[in-house]
C-alpha cells in the first residue's frame, strides 16, 4: 500500500469481479438478509427487481472483501521490491452508500475505486485522511453500487 504523499487526486484502481450466483445469493440472504426477493426466484421475478437480487448487503460485502484481497497483493508486490510498505489505518466510516440498479442472478460486478479527495488529519499529522468513491459497474456497464470511503493512511514524513 502507498504513503499519503504518493496518492494522488483521481487516481483510479480496478480491483476485482464477482459473478453473483442464485445459490451465493440465496445462501447470503439466508444468512443475513432474509427477504423474500433475496430467497426465491418467483418472487425475485414478482418484486420490483424482476428476478432474484443480491442483497445489496451482500454486493457490498464482495466489495469489501476484493477490496482488502486486491491491498494484499499490493502490498506483497512492494514488499517483494523491497519497499517500504504504507499500514493503513482503519476507517473513520463512510457516505452516500447506494444500490443504484438491482444485481440479479448470473450478473458480473466489476469494483473500482477513484480517489476523490485527501487532508493532512489536524489532531494525528503523523496521517493523512483520504476519501475515495467505490463503484462497482455490471456486464453492460452499468453502475449498480456506489459509496464514498474514508481511510487514514500513513504520511511518510509526519513533520
Do not use: Y
Request: net charge positive; charged share 25%; with cysteine.
Amino acid at each position: 500500500m502507498r504513503f499519503f504523499e504518493d496518492i494522488e487526486i483521481g487516481a483510479q484502481r480496478e480491483f476485482g469481479s464477482f459473478t453473483f450466483t442464485a445459490d451465493d445469493i440465496k445462501r447470503f440472504a439466508a444468512q443475513f438478509d432474509p427477504q423474500r426477493f433475496h430467497l426465491d426466484e418467483e418472487e425475485g421475478r414478482k418484486s420490483l427487481f424482476g428476478g432474484l437480487a443480491a442483497s445489496g448487503w451482500h454486493v457490498a460485502a464482495v466489495c469489501m472483501k476484493l477490496l482488502v484481497a486486491d491491498g494484499k497483493r499490493l502490498t506483497a508486490e512492494a514488499a517483494a521490491r523491497g519497499e517500504k510498505v504504507a499500514v493503513w489505518g482503519p476507517s473513520p466510516g463512510f457516505r452516500e452508500l447506494r444500490w443504484v440498479r438491482p444485481v440479479l442472478a448470473g450478473d458480473t460486478v466489476s469494483f473500482s475505486n477513484q480517489v476523490e479527495t485527501k487532508r493532512t488529519s489536524e489532531k494525528r499529522p503523523e496521517w493523512g485522511i483520504l476519501q475515495a468513491r467505490n463503484t462497482g459497474t455490471n456486464q453492460r456497464n452499468e453502475v449498480v453500487f456506489s459509496f464514498l470511503a474514508t481511510a487514514f493512511v500513513p504520511r511518510r514524513n509526519a513533520g
